[in-house]
């Protein structure tokens, strides 16, 4: 069986910066998209975070006899024209699907708390332009959250607008279904055709399964800024929320792949 230095599991941006990262500190890593057996010394996990559609168990979901829908399945408004469309989620994906649906459809934007929503332009440039010139989407805070806090929605005005005019609706989560009827809270009862959930995405790790103390009883990772907790040789790189807001972005996970690479390169050295 060929033995390598370290397995990159994911070839894309993740994958290659970490790749890289670890040729510059005389490693022999070696990326994988599928394919065989190999023995490594160390493994990166660098498959990303949108290839596992988050589904939540929404009060009488199962029970609903209309389509019901992942934003990863949404393509465009047409098929909804005309249609009572209910969207859950409070974040970029939902009102912007939402408001785009209203277009052409009836669309109540479903949710828990009220949406929040932030200037996407300031003093002539989009927000993302200050954040990295402020270094706060690299900043490391992933030590001071256990999971990712509640991004607002980036707004130039249309979306605020479309909710203040009732394009779509506004709200509270539905408390039940029956039939094609969903039950809202106060026991108001309507027709709906389709639910679009946009409700995010959690990484997709199948291959670590069997890993024992790899992954959380959701299938999602158990580490402390990319290196695993329990099971030693095993990082992760990409991920929406590793050290800081941007982990899963080109640059910062760039940043995030040479951290990595460093502390594994020490680990190799010491065996």
């Known amino acids: 069986m060929e033995r ?21 500190r005389g490693l022999r890593p070696v990326v994988l998209e599928g394919g065989g057996r190999l023995s490594a010394r160390a493994v990166v996990a660098a498959s990303g975070t949108f290839g ?4 939540p168990a929404l009060p009488g979901l199962q029970e609903l006899t209309g389509q019901v829908l992942h934003t990863a399945d949404y393509r465009s408004p047409a098929p909804f024209a ?30 828990r708390a009220p949406v929040k929503f932030a200037v996407q332009r300031v003093l002539g440039r989009d927000l ?48 039940g279904a029956d039939g094609a009827e969903l039950v809202w809270p106060g026991g108001r009862r309507e027709e709906v055709d389709a639910i679009v959930l946009a409700t995010g995405y959690r990484p997709d790790l199948p291959y670590l399964a069997g890993l024992d103390g790899a992954l959380d009883a959701e299938g999602s990772p158990r580490h402390r800024e990319g290196l695993a907790i329990g099971v030693p040789g095993l990082a992760f790189v990409g991920l929406e929320w590793q050290r800081s807001l941007s982990s899963n972005s080109l640059r910062c996970a760039g940043r995030d792949a040479g951290r990595i690479a460093r502390r594994l390169a020490a680990r190799l050295a010491r065996q």
């Open 52 to 55: 596992r559609p988050h589904r």
């Open 4 to 24: 390598i230095d370290v397995a990159v599991i994911g070839g894309g941006q993740s994958g290659l910066a970490t790749a890289h990262a670890l040729l510059r």
């Open 128 to 175: 993302h332009f200050w954040t990295a010139r402020t270094g706060l989407d690299a900043a490391p805070l992933g030590r001071f959250f256990a999971r990712p806090p509640a991004q607002p929605v980036l707004d130039d005005g249309r979306y605020r607008a479309a909710l203040a005019a009732g394009r779509p609706e506004r709200r509270e989560m539905f408390t």
């Open 82 to 111: 005309g249609r009572r469309v209910v969207v859950v989620g409070a974040g970029n994906s939902a009102v912007q699907i939402a408001a785009e649906l209203a277009e052409t459809a009836r669309v109540i934007l479903a949710n």
